[in-house]
């Protein structure tokens, strides 16, 4: 049985489609297998200059600065010890929500989850498989509109993560009918993939 990493990252709560859509998948599995981080719930420090420079620094850092590796290396080590990784990833303002965000900011790490070459950059968690989970107000997949699933394609790439597969949950705010047409439709793609 798979090993799996969950993300719930919407500040909606128990409100959130993106958060109900990630359980109804997720209640398939093996629940000893299975590792639930709230990034809304338990949120993360958001980057700034303290926390990039404990990120890039190895001598000379402050207890806070300390702090802020052992949790960076604490979510690369679930990242790590998951076989999968199934992410729910609400738009918001036409991107990821802050939260999530910030979970990016501290596991992309040069030297430890990428690294420099002569032929680039190279990812170093590899052999993930993640599952991309995100829910709109609107309906934007394949358009101008959809930053959400290149950014994600491009920073869970960056780190070596590029088995990537997205259900969408679109049109939730334009009435009943098209809301629960989303959410069926999103279900209904999620049945298509297997971990």
Not at 29 to 41: E, K, P, V, Y
Not at 76 to 81: D, F, G, P, T
Not at 83 to 109: E, S
Request: charged content about 20%.
């Amino acid at each position: 049985m798979s090993r799996i990493l969950a993300l719930k990252s919407s500040i909606l709560g128990e409100y959130s489609q993106s958060s109900k859509l990630l359980d109804a998948y997720l209640s398939q599995f093996d629940t000893d297998d299975l590792q639930i981080r709230d990034l809304a719930a338990n949120p993360l420090p958001v980057l700034d200059f303290s926390v990039a420079t404990a990120l890039r620094a190895t001598e000379d850092l402050s207890e806070e600065q300390q702090k802020v590796v052992e949790l960076s290396d604490t979510l690369i080590a679930e990242i790590n010890a998951a076989d999968t990784i199934v992410i729910a990833a609400p738009m918001y303002n036409f991107t990821i929500p802050t939260q999530l965000k910030n979970w990016f900011d501290l596991i992309a790490r040069a030297g430890v989850t990428f690294k420099y070459t002569e032929a680039g950059v190279q990812g170093l968690i590899t052999g993930k498989k993640v599952v991309v989970i995100t829910t709109r107000g609107g309906i934007h997949k394949d358009s101008a509109t959809d930053n959400v699933t290149p950014y994600l394609k491009t920073i869970l790439g960056f780190v070596g993560m590029t088995d990537v597969q997205f259900a969408y949950a679109e049109a939730l705010n334009m009435g009943e009918d098209s809301a629960s047409k989303g959410i069926e439709s999103a279900k209904s793609q999620l049945t298509e993939i297997v971990l």
